[in-house]
């Protein structure tokens, strides 16, 4: 009983104690907070350092996400690249998780610190590539798929890529 | 049964089996990748090693390949040993150290074995540092494409494509770890299997050309249970949707039918699904000539008022379902329901059914021909006609070198020590045919005959066979025909092979007196017998030669007695001479046509009416050998189409057609077509019913991992939409529900954990080629019940002078058919000529593979593109089934040729594949 009591009033001389430390509280949005490099919010779709699309349309990103608001379709490009004829993210339904940029091997699809993106009209939540893609690397500056799969594309031959030997030549019978 | 020890378990495994077979049985995880089911072991890959101990003291025990060690009772096994799993874990590392970093452009992934069997083994990081081998890539045609860095030089693909499938154009090359799999140059891979490499290749070598451009991983493909609905041997299939579009093919499990493998005309000719020729609306022509769309309730009202009162006649056709050729038959009376089939192939479709009746003989799966000992192929060009039986008959000659093993106690999965034991030993096949076939390669005897000169080949064995040697002609016989009659009798399971494709029913009706000489003589006789498309049979017995022919429609349109003509998905200008369809369609009031792509058919139509393709509604097709099975849609069409039994019962209701009035669902006509006569009962039994479920559960078309739910169509509205029910079938258009064990014929896609490849598929079977642990239901139509049609024909006029030519029928695995023949990829590979000639009638036309020839027939003449073929006899000219202007030639006329004056020739069209090209 009398333990009860004297935590009552420990908790209120706490509280009031509080009442001369600094704020926390910022003016916003006057006055923006600092977030992280890291911090999850908007998603956008980033490019290599040589300046092309990123993603390569693997899925991986889609299937991962948990509650599904990922959708595109592959496509080929005429020099060989798997590319996204369209992407399209339903931040409407998005709980800013995070899987998708853990899920993608290309490090094309990145979550950023901005979560200013509320909209009166939930129809306007949903982003398509154009809303996506930016024309940058984003976190990641240095990686680029290309370098290292072994897909031919224009510009990259077979043998090419990092860590690869000229291709073999079937006809030779030297060791 | 054997009882092993694994791991300190005991388990009783079939007797025969190989460890790596028995632990899948079992559903223990071992990885593998050499062996497969149906091809047997070679050892070559160490990647299915376990220890085996001596006995119950030894401790260290030995590393031994799972798949070439035979179970023994008594033996000890561990799969988890360390010594084992390390070894494991170490041959997928080294397997790997080439490995390009393609996963996530590779159209393997997701349902690559190799990606399961790495996780399985335990391997996760690269250790070796050191360069990548790297390989070009060949241009293998517009259907497979090539990746050879991913090769993990396992084999598989040339023990498939040269040793199981009998082609000749892939094969391993180079010496020691340069070795490459491919062409010896490039082109398109002739094997008419080379689809299998897809599902073969435990790796993203060879991937699906057409999905790799337009590519939807596994996880997020709808997929429905099928059937192929190419040709009359209905293989299950497991098409796959995402977006509306059809995507691939994949094969779907059935012991008895497909087993492991479809045909490339399965795989890749189903996306005609996709097609810009689909048929956008319901539409009514106008004054000028032009379709305008129109309401649909509103052509249905009209219709069904014109049918109260005028004289209707209903074409169906034998490449849809049971059910919309019932629906039509029901809406039009059965006097008035016309098959659709050729006065010809009607024909010869009742003889084959009185050969069946008649001869006794038991009609063979495609799983029991592969266990047939001798065989005779009469006319029939099965690898063009019904091309999934010329890869079981491929195996059916192995029987021989079956029987050589067995002798030295060998396991029939040895199989590297099989082929070399046996060398070239076949069974005997013998193949009689006016021209090559590409079974010649396999045959112990090639009789190249004109049809006539077949059927005599066939009664001359006949005769053989019942031992009547009386006269001189018998002995010439038995010096040429003598070592096939002897053969069929040596055999302990002889089969007789032909069909409706040698256009002449002498050949039948000899192919069925052999086949009771032999049951005479107390032989398990199987006789096979091939029809042209994927309901031929089914719509013949429901028919019961009760209704019109095609001639007779043609006369009475002539008389000007029809007013109303409805035609279900059926081209007349593929069935009869144009001028005879012109005329028809031009004399009829109405014409009403209900079809999936547009055709010449629905250009002359005054209603033409939007029907759903196989992949969009339920059907039941009945294969050659009276065997109903169920497709189901795979997907919701984005085009206004319905299936055209849905179309028909709608009519029949308006018009108050007092069967069909009670008509709710596909059940309902599935029954009351079963109940109609003796012969289809048990059709609505091909599957379960609409009502199925387990546990009160739905079985889903959608893997567990589909992506996308809430942003596949969230442009249109971010609310999205409820899951459409699927009131007609037990599968629901969802990723919940059961997909536990389920009937065979309910299993969309197959997947457990850790297997995301086809290779899961042994995780519902029992045994590596054994039945499916959820059943199965095997309708087939008893040949005692199979009622033949009435309709006889006259037979054509045969000229013989000598400017005169026997037509004989010709197929195409890529053309004749009239669907696939639209599938991108297929369209490619369709060759244009639709004549072949041998070549001295060639050089005496003076005309060489391209001109113009014109053929004067009983229907009058017609220009034809001609081919030359080197193989066919003299006095006979090949038409091609399918191509432009065949349908005016009945095959078995006389005709006489000249070369075509104003024939201009075709521009060379070059292949349009870029992309294949270009990734090279
Ligand atoms: S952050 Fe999470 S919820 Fe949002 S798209 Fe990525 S995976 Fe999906
Ligand atoms: S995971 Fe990355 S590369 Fe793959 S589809 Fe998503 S964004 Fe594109
Ligand atoms: S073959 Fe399999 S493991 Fe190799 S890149 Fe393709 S998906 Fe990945
Ligand atoms: S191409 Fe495929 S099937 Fe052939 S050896 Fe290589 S990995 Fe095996
Ligand atoms: S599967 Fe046994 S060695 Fe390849």
């Keep these: 009983m009398i333990e009860a009591f004297v935590s009552q009033i420990r908790t209120i001389w706490r509280i009031l104690l509080h009442s001369f430390t600094k704020a926390e509280t910022v003016q916003y ?83 950023t610190p901005d979560f200013e993106m509320c909209e009166y009209d939930r129809q306007n939540m949903v982003y398509e590539k154009e809303h996506l893609l930016i024309n940058g690397t984003g976190k990641y500056h240095d ?7 072994g897909l031919k594309i224009d510009g990259k031959d077979k043998g090419e890529a990092q860590n690869e030997a000229e291709p073999i030549d079937v006809k030779s019978l030297l060791p | 049964m054997p009882t092993i020890v694994i791991d300190g378990k005991e388990y009783e495994v079939p007797q025969g089996e190989n460890i790596l077979e028995a632990c899948l049985g079992l559903g223990l995880d071992l990885p593998y990748f050499c062996w497969h089911p149906a091809m047997g072991s070679i050892g070559s890959c160490r990647q299915c090693a376990v220890i085996q101990y001596q006995n119950p003291e030894d401790e260290r025990g030995k590393l031994v390949m799972g798949c070439m060690t035979p179970v023994q009772d008594g033996a000890r096994f561990s799969i988890t ?27 393997e992934g997701g349902e690559c074995h190799l990606q399961d069997m790495t996780v399985m083994a335990g391997h996760r990081d690269r250790r070796y540092r050191g360069l990548k081998k790297t390989h070009r890539n060949q241009y293998l045609g517009p259907l497979i494409h090539h990746e050879m860095n991913r090769c993990i030089t396992c084999y598989r693909c040339v023990r498939f494509y040269k040793d199981y499938a009998g082609g000749s154009d892939l094969s391993a090359m180079a010496s020691h770890d340069h070795v490459y799999f491919g062409r010896h140059e490039d082109g398109k891979l002739e094997s008419p299997f080379s689809g299998n490499l897809v599902e073969v290749c435990p790796t993203g070598v060879f991937t699906d050309k057409h999905l790799v451009n337009d590519y939807t991983r596994k996880w997020d493909l709808q997929s429905a249970p ?40 399965g795989r890749f000719g189903a996306t005609y699904v996709n097609s810009e020729k689909r048929i956008p609306a319901v539409g009514r022509r106008s004054k000028d000539g032009l379709f ?24 169906g056709s034998p490449r849809t379902s049971i059910e919309t050729n019932f629906a039509l038959q029901n809406l039009v009376g059965q006097q008035n329901f016309c098959t659709g089939i050729s006065e010809t192939e009607t024909a010869l479709v009742s003889a084959c059914i009185e050969a069946i009746k008649e001869s006794g003989a038991k009609i063979p ?33 192995r029987n021989e070198a ?41 045959a112990e005897g090639i009789f190249n005959l004109s049809p006539s000169n077949i059927a005599h080949l066939g009664y001359s064995v006949a005769s053989l066979i019942e031992g009547k040697k009386d006269d001189a002609a018998k002995k010439t016989d038995a010096n040429d025909y003598g070592n096939i009659a002897e053969a069929l009798l040596k055999a302990e399971r002889p089969l007789i092979i032909s069909g409706t494709g040698v256009t002449d029913t002498s050949v039948i009706k000899a192919a069925s007196s052999i086949t009771s000489a032999l049951v005479a003589k107390g032989k398990e006789t199987y006789l096979s017998l091939i029809y042209q498309e994927a309901n031929t049979l089914g719509i013949t017995l429901l028919d019961q030669g009760q209704g019109p022919s095609l001639s007779n429609i043609f006369e009475q349109g002539e008389n000007n007695s029809i ?46 009416i939007p029907a759903s393709s196989f992949a969009e509604c339920e059907g039941t097709l009945i294969n050659f050998e009276g065997r109903a099975q169920r497709h189901f849609p795979v997907f919701e069409s984005k085009h206004p189409c319905r299936p055209s039994w849905e179309w028909l019962t709608e009519i029949g209701k308006i018009s108050s057609n007092k069967n069909m009035l009670e008509w709710q669902c596909f059940d309902d006509i599935n029954k009351a077509c079963s109940e109609s006569s003796s012969t289809l009962t048990g059709i609505n039994e091909v599957a379960p019913d609409r009502k199925y479920r387990v546990g009160g559960r739905k079985i889903p078309r959608q893997p567990h991992r589909y992506s996308g739910r809430t942003a596949m169509v969230a442009n249109l509205s971010v609310h999205e939409p409820k899951q459409t029910d699927d009131t007609e079938t037990p599968l629901g258009f969802t990723m919940e529900g059961h997909s536990g064990d389920r009937p065979g014929e309910l299993i969309p896609f197959v997947w457990a954990p850790g297997w995301n490849s086809n290779h899961s598929v042994h995780k519902l079977q029992t045994g590596s080629e054994g039945e499916l642990k959820g059943g199965r239901s095997v309708v087939k139509i008893e040949s005692k019940k199979l009622i033949q049609s009435k309709q006889q024909v006259k037979s054509v006029n045969q000229n013989n002078d000598q400017d005169h030519f026997i037509a004989v029928a010709m197929y195409k695995i890529f053309g004749t058919g009239e669907l696939s023949s639209q599938s991108p990829g297929i369209i490619e590979l369709c060759e244009s000529e639709s004549i072949e000639l041998a070549i001295e009638a060639a050089d005496k036309l003076g005309v060489s593979n391209g001109d113009g020839v014109t053929a004067h027939g009983v229907n009058g003449t017609v220009d034809l593109e001609v081919k030359i073929n080197d193989s066919l006899i003299s006095n006979c000219v090949g038409i091609i089934q399918g191509m432009p202007g065949a349908a005016n030639i009945n095959p078995g006329e006389g005709l006489s040729l000249t070369r075509s004056e104003n024939w201009v020739r075709r521009s060379e069209i070059i292949s349009s594949d870029q992309l294949g090209g270009k990734n090279v």
């Design chain 2, 402 to 442: 079956f029987n050589m093993a067995e002798g030295l106690q060998l396991q029939s999965w040895q199989d590297a020590a099989t082929r070399m034991l046996v060398q070239d030993e076949r069974s005997p096949l013998f193949l009689a045919s006016p021209h090559a076939t590409q079974l010649d390669d396999i």
């Design chain 1, 143 to 149: 990686y680029n798929f290309y370098r290292v799969s």
């Design chain 2, 563 to 608: 007013q109303t003509l409805i035609i279900v998905e059926n081209d007349l200008y593929r069935r009869a001479a144009k001028h005879k369809v012109d005329k028809l369609l031009q004399a009829a009031d109405q014409v009403i046509v209900l079809d999936i792509l547009d055709n010449e058919t629905c250009n002359q139509a005054d209603i033409v």
């Design chain 2, 292 to 315: 305008d769309a129109i309401d649909s309730s509103q052509a249905l009202t009209d219709i069904a008022k014109g049918l109260s009162t005028s004289k209707v006649i209903g074409i």
């Design chain 2, 226 to 265: 099928s059937i192929c609905p190419g040709c009359s041997v209905g293989c299950n299939t497991s098409p796959g949707e995402r977006y509306g579009k059809l995507k691939r093919v994949h094969n779907r499990y059935n012991p008895d039918i497909n087993g492991y493998f479809l045909c490339d005309k």
């Design chain 2, 365 to 397: 799966s495609p799983r029991e021909i592969e266990r047939c000992d001798a065989i005779l192929i009469l006319g029939e060009d099965v690898t063009n006609t019904a091309t999934r039986i010329a890869l079981s008959l491929r195996q059916a000659v």
């Design chain 2, 81 to 107: 040993n360390e010594a084992a799993s390390s070894f494991r874990e170490f041959i997928i590392e080294s397997l790997m150290v080439n490995h390009p970093h393609d996963c996530p452009v590779c159209a």
């Design chain 1, 29 to 111: 949005p006057e006055q923006k907070p600092y977030l992280a490099p890291r911090y999850r919010g908007r998603i956008v779709l980033t490019r290599d350092p040589d300046g092309d699309e990123r993603c390569v349309a693997c899925n991986l990103c889609a299937v991962a996400c948990p509650p599904d608001c990922i959708a595109l379709q592959q496509g080929t490009r005429e020099d060989g690249r798997w590319y996204p004829e369209f992407f399209r993210i339903n931040f409407s339904r998005c709980i800013m998780c995070g899987m998708c940029e853990e899920a993608c091997p290309t490090n094309a699809i990145q979550l």
